[in-house]
């Protein structure tokens, strides 16, 4: 292993206050093992005494080159290999590469997949936003949201089992569409569901929102700028919750999104506070949308016609989505052979994560954590 | 000899201040044997409330409800493997939990039960818990040293700073109660544990409502620096598992691990005590001043009895809901003797002599328990503090607080 | 399809030839700018056409073309609500001008691409590797780099394993 | 209650504190210096209580045992315990060292042989019972000008310590 004080050259470091006593600053590790870096991200942390003066973030230990796979796939085969990268909002990804492709082929999935697709993504967002309060509360030191929400995130996770067989990285479409018709009972249980959970979202409100240890420990915690924001590509809840209204369902709408009503909900100040505001409104304006699809869902095919063996015409596109940590896009290259010349994604956490450093310099070290944590990274993107 | 023995069973003081050897280590045998009883009861009640508090189950599967999950945990942890790290200091590393436990246990000399059942009465009995509590911070400090790792060392200075800041806005808060002890006529005031109590029974009021709101103030203010001051949720910074692995017990493992625990449950119930007996009214019944009669008496002290059989039906409605396969045959039978035995114990308590020895603890208990339960709602709900947040509610807020109240308790004192 | 507006008519005023195409394909605009001038014309869609959001920087590998890299920005503008792709072509051990300074957001992407493409970028605070360890050898986005292959030597000195090839 | 086996108490932390106190000057390692220091101190309130002084012992544990060693240890644990360990343990003063050791020995002996007439030959029994409140009056009463300005002291030392150490207030 390096040694990690060179990998501080580079960066600006802020020097410690100069007093009396002279204090040393300390390099300390952060990661890859480290239960609060949720995954394998190593952060090296520049210290002087409990202050941060600099970080640098070590990734890669996941790497897995998908981008490379993609290039020796043909289009169909690729599809299951995106959900392996945000594990934990797989449809999203699924969603992004099928409609690239899509665009590609100049085809376009019938209105009823549509809502398919919108349904069970926004369920997934609201899985992953769960999982995000889930364990962002537990390394701030609240142990009981982690349960509830994975109680009700449970609940998601048996939809999407009964729809397609798999609960984590769900292959839940296909290029032109969905595979599957819906199982019966399938309206039934979303409107179960989305009657189940709203005073569930209360109850994690209740515990966190006007708590006093958590507003102190959140509030002007890992603040940045909407200017910061823009200029470090930082998109998703972060951006909003700086006080930015995009939201690229508004703004660039895709699948079925212009023909519902919902909310962009935005913050002020930028802090983690807001940032979990807005998240916990996004679960609200979520459920939003899934009950306008589910009741106006249409009837038809839910396959468009695609040849059996895909050959798009030479060009490339870039297409994206607003997954649930941001901007998840994917810049497809077609040679006008079966497989894709190139697949460039674009991640929202690996951007994101850049970030880090602006947010937590000049904050204490378990500010760190907290801002890990409000970053809501999932390594397997990150590195993909 | 038996002379020796019985002859004190008519006197009505400590057997330490009665001088009664054989009674004192009798007392100290069976306050020993409690609170550890009481620990491992702890430690099943605290992941069992945690669990329901979290939509889980806890232990279910040793004994039934898990009843018998503390004592093969304590089996696991006697048969783990003892690791000292190479590079530790040895001599240290070894004696750091034995004085973390020796602090937590010996507090327990002072601590009045009832009006005889303490092990002794000492005039500064206040004061020596205090003094000795504190001294649970060299073992920390010396156990975090003795790792010679990173992590123990910085969460063990974090552990002591936390103690000693907490410790002070603790003995202004005791030090209001204190002086309420000595706002009567005769104006002499004490610092024995039972003297405290016995004050409180003159005056006919608890502390916690004395010159309402100060006392309530005072008893809120130790509420939680005594949190604080256990190093329990929200105030786990030292085990912050999210940043710090585990504190300065990371290196320490099996039996000495399980020394630290039993050390922090000790020390929990030993600064609970100190509470129920500066505010609570130690070992009275509620309402002695407004439900007094010879009936009253009599009711309150039958709750007891009642309390261990409800208790007992409790354990046999389990016993009755336990699923009817023979595989659970042993737990059935298993649960039904503790509910047979509570059964026993509130049947024995209903007889004349014994209800009258046993109230006055049972109620010194009760109250206790209901501080435990709160360590468990506290670290159910509450999200961790930082370390400079910690720091400026110990110092800027509960210090000035407890001082203003102390002085304002004074002023009155003189005034009424 | 040829791609009209004004901002293709006041870069190409500026540069002339430079704008080398400037087209609409699938809905999507795009601008292939020639290596020279690109650094200056990002500047200018930055300052002077609001496209302040980068949303990411990657390149393609045409091993078989003159100049075998297609560098490629993907630029959104939050006033326009307006995504637009810039492309460069370099020659191989060519290195390009970092764009760090106009977007705070390149500095990852373009380690990325270097780590990928071995595509130097001057001017960069910090280029190095960013998700294969530092001192792998070979970029394996490229074309040339087997999808199985390994930097074996690396393999065996840090995880004491052969490689399985 | 009546004393038990006061003479066996008496040289048992007497010759506690005297060893703990050889310890501290020829442990190696400073931390078992400090160490050995707390363990004369607790022997030190061991000795109060059988002067039936238990107000000053409970003090001695809480300040001296509970608090100021805690930041001994506090200090000593952040150094380089390596190099103090390479240092050369004792100085070279040892003319000095003897010269107030036998001054010292002297005064004992001194005391020992002539002193019978400064002290009273039986100790009046004090009331062990108020001790704490005889220890406040007289603080509080007879000592009052010469605890506040110990107190003003300490406040000075306090302030001293925080503008050395803080930069910004």
Known sequence: MTDPTTYLSHLELGEPDKTFLDTNELIINMGPQHPATHGVLRVILKLDGEKVLGTECVIGYLHRGVEKIAENRTYTMFNPYVDRMDYVAAVSNGLGYCEAVEKLLNVEAPP????????????????????????????????????????????????????????????????????????????????????????????????????????????????????????????????????????????????????????????????????????????????????????????????????????????????????????????VVSDGSTQPYRVRVRPPSFVNLQALDVMVRGQLVADVIAVIGTLDIVLGEVDR | MLDYITSYLGMNTTPGQAGNVFWAVVYILVVFGGVSVAVIAMNWLERKALAHFQIRLGPMRVGPHGLLQPIADAVKLLTKEDIIPHEADRFVFWIAPLIILCASFTVYIVIPFGPTHAITDLNIGILFMLGVSSLSVLGVVMAGWASNSHYPLIGSLRSSAQMISYEIAMGMAVVTAILMTSLNKSGTGTLSMIGIVQAQQQQQIWFLFKFFPLGFISFAIFAIAMVAETNRAPFDLPEAESELTAGFHTEYSGLRWSLFMLGEYTAMIAVSSIAVTLWLGGWLRPFPNTLTGETWDLVFSLIPGFTFLGLAVIAFIGVKRMPKHPYFKIQTAGLAGFGAVLGLIGILLFIPPVRDRIQDIFWFVAKVAVFMYLYIWYRATFPRYRFDQLMKVGWKVLLPIAIGVLIVTAILGVVL | MPWESPLVAKLKAQYGSGVREANTYLGQNYLVLEPSIAREALQILRDEEEFDYCVDVTAVHYPNREKPFDLIWILYSFARNQRLRVKTMLADGESFPSSVAIWPTANWLEREVFDMFGIKFDGHPDLKRILLPDDWKGHPLRKDYGIIQQDQEWVKANLGIESGQ | MEPVATPFFFYFLSGLTLLSGVLVITRKNPVHSALALILGLLAQAGLYLMLYAPFVAGVQIILYAGGIMVLFLFVIMLVNIERSQKEEQFNKQWLVGILSAGALGGLFVLVYTKGSGLFPAVMSLPVENNNTQQVGELLYGQYMFAFEIASLLLLVAIIGAVVMAKKRI
């Open chain 1, 112 to 331: 009823r997949a549509k809502y398919i697709r919108v349904i069970l993504t926004e369920l997934n967002r609201l899985a992953s936003h769960q999982l995000w309060l889930g364990t962002h509360a537990l390394d701030i030191g609240a142990m009981t949201p982690l349960f509830y929400t994975f109680r009700d995130r449970e609940e998601i996770l048996k939809i999407f089992e009964k729809y397609c067989g798999a609960r984590l990285t769900t292959h839940a479409f296909r290029i032109g569409g969905c595979q599957y018709e819906t199982y019966e009972g399938f309206e039934q249980d979303v409107k179960k569901f989305l009657d189940f959970v709203p005073p569930r979202i209360d109850e994690y409100e209740e515990l966190l929102t006007t708590n006093r240890i958590w507003v102190e420990r959140t509030r002007n915690v890992g603040k940045i700028s909407a200017a910061d924001c823009k200029a470090l590509g930082v998109t998703g809840p972060v951006l909003r919750a700086s006080g930015v209204k995009w939201d690229i369902r508004k703004a660039l709408p895709y699948a079925a999104y212009p023909e519902f009503q919902f909310e962009i909900p935005t913050g002020a100040n930028g802090d983690t506070y807001d940032r979990y505001m807005v998240r916990m409104q996004e679960m609200r304006q979520s459920l939003r949308i899934i009950r306008q699809a589910v009741e106006g869902i249409p009837e038809g095919p839910i396959m468009a016609k695609v040849p059996k063996v895909m050959k798009p015409p030479v060009g490339e596109v870039y297409h994206s989505i607003e997954a649930p940590k941001g901007e998840l896009g994917y810049f």
